[in-house]
Nanobody, 118 residues
Framework: QVQLVESGGGLVQAGGSLRLSCVAS????????MGWYRQAPGKQRELVAK???????NYADSVKGRFTISRDNTKNTVFLQMNSLKAEDTAVYYC????????????WGQGTQVTVSS
C-alpha cells in the first residue's frame, strides 16, 4: 500500500501563486509516475500534470506555461507550483501515484482545496 498526503492548498486571489506538495509513504519502492489531478464542482476529475521517475513531464493544455510539476525522489515528494492562477483553476486537487509493476495500481491522496477568487 502507498499513502499520499497533500498539503499547500488554500484561498488565493487571481494572478497569485500556490505550491502543492504530496508526500508518499508505505511501499514507495514500487512508485512510478506521479501526478496531480483536479475536480471542480459538477465536473469530472481531470489530469493537471504528471511526471515520470526520470523527470519527463506532461501538462494539461489549460495549465501549460503557468504550472510546473517536479519531484524529489529522495524525499518521495511531488510538487505542483501554480502561478498566474485563474478562477477556473478552483478545484480539489488530488495527488496520484501509479506503481511501476506489471499489474499497475493507482493510489490517491485525500485532496486539497484550491480556491481562486476573481
Amino acid at each position: 500500500q502507498v499513502q499520499l498526503v497533500e498539503s499547500g492548498g488554500g484561498l488565493v486571489q487571481a494572478g497569485g501563486s500556490l505550491r502543492l506538495s504530496c508526500v508518499a509513504s508505505g511501499f514507495i519502492f514500487n512508485i512510478g509516475a506521479m501526478g496531480w489531478y483536479r475536480q471542480a464542482p459538477g465536473k469530472q476529475r481531470e489530469l493537471v500534470a504528471k511526471i515520470t521517475t526520470g523527470g519527463t513531464t506532461n501538462y494539461a493544455d489549460s495549465v501549460k506555461g503557468r504550472f510546473t510539476i517536479s519531484r524529489d525522489n529522495t524525499k518521495n515528494t511531488v510538487f505542483l507550483q501554480m502561478n498566474s492562477l485563474k478562477a477556473e483553476d478552483t478545484a480539489v486537487y488530488y495527488c496520484n501515484a501509479i506503481t511501476a509493476t506489471v499489474i499497475t495500481y493507482n493510489y490517491w491522496g485525500q485532496g486539497t482545496q484550491v480556491t481562486v477568487s476573481s
